[in-house]
């Protein structure tokens, strides 16, 4: 246990003044740790001594730091020391607190010491921080060591030695694959050549039967049956000469197939092909491109992949199972891309096709008469007419995915784990989502500049959360309101000339039922709520009047309709069909649709479903099945539709580091190291087969 160097607290002049910083998350206790007064904060270090460390501190309410200033609370902290597999866990006491900024938010300096922690852990961060201030000296130690280690090569000539017999076991085990294969094509080419010969021969027979048909119509004598006996022995040749071609279409597609197994096979084994284990969970299988004493360059199917060292439990050769399947895998994928490509050129030729027939397409509603509905609108920009919404003169039908910025292992959002990811990560999401046909992301937070820019490149609408007021917000509180739209006003003013975002979104999971507080709308009243709201929306518009604002409710609870009289496009958190383990099925997502075209008819405006989707820790029925339901559900009445979510997200049901037996960590489409799941070729599927200017799936 650590106690205070006196009475008034830790002397701060004992403080190790750093250089980098690392995050350290606390909530709030009573001194018997019995009652929790606070949620997790995010804090991060300004100094270290031997006792304890000062913390910044932003959002801290003044009534828990009135609390950890008359030492009626105390502190439990988790720490995230950098290369540390686990957080360090510690209790601590605050010796003294400064306010740096007032207002919403706010900010505090705290100075803790701690009152429980393992010495070897206290130590291990007291380390990290005197390394940080020694770091010039150990830069010309390491100059040292390196002109040292010239004098010791033997031990590296020995090393490579066994790098060599290793790499001479994995173009063992790739050449008995490849010899697996070449077998396979000689027996396929054997039996090509022999339905080739056949063929020929009932062509022949074919030719010979017809002159006999020919030659026997022109003979007067000859008998009616003797003409059909011909005529059924030539149909009959005919057939089999179509079963021939089938067979030998077949025998050429697997001889391509092999081929390109060959081919494949023959790359890897000019590479060198690994198995990497990694801390945190899970396997990756592909071939070192790069590797240097801090990382590993390992490219897989789907795309190049960056492992730091701590990450990494193992590597070793793979089994030649493994290998073959990390062949068919790549295969797999191109044919997918070439199949995408195919669907694309359908779709600009139908597109082609549409624009020559004329700018209006007729929307017929089941006992309505024909509506017409503009393909094309002379304003530039996004515009919203009606229940439609179109980009740059266009009409545009979202066809969208949730994104969460998240890591295993790592805080969630921008600001915790952003620069810790390869921006490479990012451009191969945003890569795949085209290929995906997916042509808009929902965010949960504004995104930085480097994903605006990957989201230009790749054509990608954004529609970026702004602001969160949420059921812990005043509203009755002008102080808030005032800050809420500051923090608006910043991102909107700082994105507005980005040609990729599509729309403002100023809340999310409105009346907010599923926080602690609850729901809001009984306790301010409905009017109180939706003006406070609206105040935002106003000042986000005066702002930026060439995008639409938008926001997502949750539907069939008091207050649900929200912000529905001022928004420009109405949003719902509607996961049609059943959400998690109350699965209804088809006819209901049918019905919630419905309900939703209701709403859109009674404002004029334009709805779009901003979730809906299907976590695979859910067994009642597999994702695919489920988001096909969602999607062949929403007709051509809704303006878009957004699946939750692109990856799984590891940080919501406890630790970050593993993905715990929890529902809300398995709602991607693809896994944290993006691989596709069940749900992710029929979101390709469909997306791909859904126009963007068009209505919406059209069943």
């Given amino acids: 246990m650590q106690t205070p160097q006196n009475s008034g607290g830790i002397e701060r002049r004992r403080y190790i003044r750093l250089s980098t910083v690392f995050p350290v998350e606390f909530e709030i206790v009573s001194l018997d740790e019995k009652e929790i007064y606070s949620e997790f904060h995010q804090a991060f270090t300004r100094d270290v001594s031997e006792g304890g460390m000062c913390l910044e501190v932003n959002n801290l309410k003044d009534d828990l730091a009135e609390k950890l200033n008359k030492k009626s609370a105390k502190l439990r902290l988790q720490i995230n020391m950098p290369f540390s597999a686990k957080p360090i866990a510690a209790v601590a006491e605050a010796a003294w607190l400064k306010k740096t900024v007032e207002g919403r938010p706010n900010k505090y300096l705290i100075g803790i010491y701690y009152e429980r922690i393992s010495e070897k852990e206290r130590k291990s961060i007291v380390n990290y921080a005197n390394l940080l201030q020694l770091r010039p000296v150990i830069a010309v130690a390491v100059m040292i060591i390196l002109v040292a280690t010239i004098a010791v090569t033997g031990v590296e000539v020995v090393k490579k030695e066994a790098l060599r017999k290793e790499a001479e076991k994995k173009i063992a085990i790739i050449e008995a694959e490849r010899s697996k294969l070449s077998a396979s094509l000689e027996e396929l080419r054997a039996s090509r050549d022999e339905l080739e010969i056949k063929f020929k021969e009932f062509e022949q027979n074919r030719a010979d039967l017809e002159k006999k048909l020919e030659a026997a119509k022109a003979e007067a004598q ?45 790359e890897i084994r000019a590479s060198k092909p690994v198995k990497v284990t990694l801390a945190a969970g899970g396997v990756v299988v592909g071939k070192v491109i790069l590797e240097t004493a801090d990382s590993v360059r390992v490219e897989v199917p789907t795309g190049v992949i960056t492992l730091k060292r701590p990450q990494i439990s193992s590597m070793e050769t793979p089994s030649d199972e493994e290998i073959a399947e990390l062949a068919k895998e790549r295969i797999r994928l191109e044919e997918r891309a070439k199949e995408v490509e195919k669907q694309k050129e359908v779709e600009r030729q139908r597109a082609a096709e549409r624009e020559k027939a004329g700018k209006v397409i007729v929307e017929k509603r089941p006992g309505e008469p024909e509506v017409l509905v503009s393909r094309k609108i002379p304003e530039r920009g996004v515009v919203v007419k009606g229940n439609r919404i179109y ?38 999401d945003f890569r795949m989502m085209k290929e995906a046909g997916v042509n808009t992301i929902r965010t949960y937070e504004p995104l930085p500049d480097a994903l605006l820019d ?96 938008t926001a997502a409710n949750i539907l069939k609870v008091k207050g649900f309709d929200l912000g529905f009289d001022f928004l420009d496009v109405i949003g719902c958190n509607a996961y049609i069909g059943g959400h998690g383990f109350n699965w209804r099925g088809k006819n209901d997502a049918i019905g919630t649709v419905k309900e939703m075209n209701g709403i859109s008819k009674k404002y004029n405006k ?79 599927k469909f997306f791909n087969s859904i126009p963007t200017d068009s209505l919406g799936y059209a069943p």
């Fill in 222 to 266: 000859a008998k009616p049956e003797e003409i059909a006996k011909l005529e059924a022995e030539l149909a009959a040749a005919k057939g089999r000469s179509e079963e021939l071609n089938k067979e030998l279409s077949k025998v050429a597609k697997g001889k391509k197939a092999l081929e390109g197994q060959l081919q494949v096979l023959a």
């Fill in 391 to 428: 980009a740059d003169g266009t009409l545009f039908f979202i066809k969208g995915v949730a994104y969460g910025i998240s890591a295993p292992g790592l805080p969630p959002g921008v600001d915790g784990c952003f620069s810790k990811i390869p921006l490479s990560v990012f451009e191969n």
């Fill in 454 to 549: 990957l989201a230009e490149k790749y054509n990608l609408k954004i529609i970026e959360q702004v602001i969160y007021p949420s059921a812990y917000t005043d509203y009755s509180s002008d102080v808030e309101l005032k800050a809420l739209k500051k923090m608006a006003l910043d991102v909107v003013k700082r994105h507005r000339n980005r040609r990729c975002i599509l729309m403002w979104s100023i809340w999310n999971d409105a009346p907010f039922c599923y926080d602690e507080p609850g729901n809001p709308v009984p306790r301010y009243g409905f009017d109180k709520v939706n003006n406070f709201m609206k105040d935002i929306y106003l000042a986000v518009k005066a702002a930026d009047k060439s995008h639409p604002v």
């Fill in 606 to 684: 334009p709805i779009l479903i901003t979730e809906t989707g299907y976590s695979t820790f859910v067994k009642k029925e597999t994702q695919d099945k489920a988001l096909k339901a969602q999607i062949e559900s929403i007709g051509t009445d809704l303006a878009g539709i957004v699946i939750f979510e692109w990856t799984d997200e590891w940080w919501k049901g406890g630790n970050p580091s593993v993905q715990d037996p929890n529902i809300e960590e398995y709602w991607g489409i693809l896994t944290w190291d993006r691989r596709p799941k069940p749900g992710f070729e029929v979101v390709s």
